[in-house]
């Protein structure tokens, strides 16, 4: 189970992803296309679902039944390997110079998990055991 703290870190991080990405879109536009930016946002997107996603199958198959849990949560964690690696080479066969566009958005998972850490460490009363 989940603390009460990690529940709202991980109810906060999607709307942190995209808050990165949304950043990251904006300030591109002062350099690249509005296309360049609107794949920027999309792939923050796409990140933000692909947690939210991942998060809410995880915290169903934690259950008494270990094997089933393991068996079906391997499944499911193929198959959203495979629909990222489908939405990357959709991206890269019909759109190949956006490709790092794309993945800029889909990388703010990075620095929202790192201002996380950072709140997190901020809030320690005690640094060293």
């Known amino acids: 189970m989940t603390t009460n703290l990690e529940d709202r870190v991980l109810r906060r991080l999607p709307l ?15 350099f690249f296309s509005p296309l360049t930016g609107l794949f920027i946002l999309a792939g923050g997107l796409f990140s933000a679902a692909s947690f939210i996603w991942l998060r809410q199958t995880v915290t169903r198959f934690i259950g008494p039944d270990k094997k089933t849990a393991l068996r079906s949560g391997v499944a499911f964690y193929i198959l959203r390997l495979f629909l990222i690696i489908a939405v990357f080479l959709i991206i890269i066969l019909l759109f190949p110079r956006l490709i790092l566009a794309f993945a ?17 460490m901020a809030q320690m009363k005690r640094w060293k055991v």
Do not use: R
Request: net charge negative; glycine share 4%.
């Open 16 to 30: 942190e992803i995209l808050a990165f990405s949304l950043a990251i879109a904006a300030a591109s536009l002062l």
């Open 104 to 120: 800029a958005g889909f990388s703010s998972l990075v620095p929202a998990m790192l201002a996380e850490a950072v709140l997190a």
